[in-house]
């Protein structure tokens, strides 16, 4: 059964509070699936690979929001960013791991706001905790 969460969601990244701009989210882990089939085999084999994990957000836009995201896609940083998404009680933390990805300002009706969306890609595995 679904948990409701209103209200107990956060994400910071870089030390930068999303949460004011973010009417969506989400986060994913993909396990990577590795082909083994061989001659022998009867059918197609697979042993689990590593994780991909990404964080989509979106939500109301505004300038302060490009502030934070917009200079690390025009410049892409050396050096990624940290990362910390809360859901409920679980905290996921990627230090120095992250960065933004298919950034997207949608003004196509702006009588009902600017929307933006985006991906954060992480590298390696969250600490829970």
Same mark, same amino acid.
């Given at each position: 059964?679904? @948990? @409701?969460? =209103?209200?107990?969601?956060?994400?910071? %990244?870089?030390?930068? =509070? $999303?949460?004011?701009?973010?009417?969506?989210?989400?986060?994913?882990?993909?396990?990577?699936?590795?082909? #083994?089939?061989?001659?022998?085999? +009867?059918?197609?084999?697979?042993?689990?690979? $590593?994780?991909? !994990? +990404?964080?989509?957000?979106?939500?109301? !836009?505004?300038?302060?929001?490009?502030?934070?995201?917009?200079?690390? $896609?025009?410049?892409?940083?050396?050096? $990624? %960013?940290?990362?910390?998404?809360?859901?409920? &009680?679980?905290?996921? #933390?990627? #230090?120095?791991? &992250?960065?933004?990805?298919?950034?997207?300002?949608? =003004? *196509?009706?702006?009588?009902?706001?600017? +929307?933006? *969306?985006?991906?954060? +890609?992480?590298?390696?595995?969250?600490?829970?905790?």
């Amino acid at each position: 059964m679904a @948990k @409701k969460v =209103a209200g107990n969601v956060g994400i910071t %990244h870089d030390s930068n =509070a $999303l949460d004011g701009y973010l009417n969506t989210s989400s986060m994913s882990a993909v396990v990577n699936a590795i082909q #083994t089939t061989n001659f022998d085999s +009867t059918g197609e084999l697979s042993i689990a690979g $590593l994780p991909t !994990w +990404t964080v989509s957000v979106g939500g109301p !836009w505004d300038g302060t929001l490009d502030g934070y995201i917009g200079p690390n $896609l025009i410049s892409p940083p050396t050096t $990624l %960013h940290t990362l910390a998404v809360a859901i409920d &009680t679980v905290t996921y #933390t990627w #230090t120095s791991n &992250t960065f933004f990805n298919n950034y997207t300002i949608d =003004a *196509s009706s702006p009588a009902e706001g600017i +929307t933006w *969306s985006g991906e954060l +890609t992480c590298s390696g595995v969250p600490t829970r905790s």
